[in-house]
């Protein structure tokens, strides 16, 4: 198996020079596009890894996947879902279209920018630094990495350049979509998209998702059912308008983020994780792609 990887990646460096690090978040620019990495954690508690498996790399929109966990955690899939929607959209991650079209003026899925900030307004606290240290405590037990931190130059980045977000935020609250305080929840979903990991994190939370949401210690973190609605709202949704593509070519229940990486679950089999900052035209890791498809071939991983 670590051959397998070490080839793979070697095979897929080419890909990194077709892609650019995303810059409308500055402190992104910073990463190196040449870095391509993964890390596998199979259900039997086996893990391989190869390339810069160890470098460090904000969240991102991986964030999606943890915030809609827990906000189903606090009020049950049913109200959540009369929030969010869960359809797929053409349109870009950050895109304000759909807002204005659905009939309910929902967003249309919980995987897109304006869903997660309205999950994270449905996640429980008294104040915002509960909340996101719900977030971050969650985040380290799936983990098993209590080290789980924010990036605060990340963090400032997104929040001085966030405006975007800001304006599904405040639309969303113009539309009885979301309550409470505006600024504070953008302030739990900067942060909570601030959140430093690796690649072995990653692959650690796709491990209990393909593990029908039960840690390697066998301890349960969210029910069966939430674990298929999440798997499923991932095929559908992780990789924005590129879902599609890679449910054909790749066929593993997946989630992108703007940082880098690709967290993908294999039921029953494995958790991967992968990173590769230069990303593609709809802000998926352009490396990070080709490996998940090598890997997918070589290991016959679809689903489908
Ligand atoms: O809100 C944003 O734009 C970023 N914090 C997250 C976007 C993202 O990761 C899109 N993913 N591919």
Redesign the pocket.
């Known amino acids: 198996m670590k051959r397998i990887l070490e080839n793979i990646i070697e095979d897929c460096r080419k890909w990194t020079s077709k892609g650019e690090v995303a810059s409308?978040?500055p402190e992104l620019a910073k990463a190196n596009p040449e870095a391509l990495g993964i890390w596998v954690t199979n259900l039997g508690g086996e893990e391989y890894f190869a390339g810069d498996w160890d470098i460090k790399f904000t969240i991102?929109?991986m964030s999606k996947v943890i915030t809609l966990m827990l906000a189903i955690l606090d009020n049950g899939t049913e109200y959540v879902f009369t929030k969010v929607g869960m359809e797929p959209t053409e349109s870009g991650?950050?895109s304000i279209t759909n807002l204005e079209t659905h009939e309910q003026k929902q967003p249309l899925n919980p995987m897109i920018?304006a869903g997660a900030i309205a999950t994270v307004s449905l996640i429980n606290g008294e104040t915002a630094d509960e909340k996101i240290n719900r977030i971050l405590n969650f985040t380290r037990k799936i983990t098993g990495n209590d080290e789980i931190g924010i990036n605060y130059n990340v963090y400032e980045s997104?929040k001085k350049t966030?405006n975007r977000?800001r304006a599904l935020a405040y639309y969303m609250k113009g539309n009885g979509i979301i309550e409470g305080d505006v600024e504070e929840i953008l302030d739990v979903?900067?942060k909570a998209?601030s959140m430093e990991i690796t690649c072995k994190d990653i692959a650690r939370i796709g491990a209990m998702l393909a593990n029908d949401g039960v840690l390697i210690n066998n301890e349960r973190v969210i029910s069966r059912e939430a674990c298929r609605i999440v798997k499923t709202i991932m095929v559908t949704c992780g990789m924005?308008d590129a879902s599609g593509k890679f449910a054909v070519h790749i066929g593993i229940p997946a989630k992108?983020?703007?940082?880098g990486g690709i967290m993908a679950a294999v039921p029953r089999r494995m958790g991967i994780g992968v990173v590769g900052p230069a990303l593609d035209a709809q802000?998926?890791s352009i490396g990070g792609i080709k490996i998940l498809e090598k890997l997918s071939h070589e290991l016959d991983l679809s689903i489908f």
């Open positions: 409308y978040i991102q929109s991650f950050n920018n997104e966030g977000n979903y900067f998209c924005y992108s983020g703007v940082g802000g998926n």
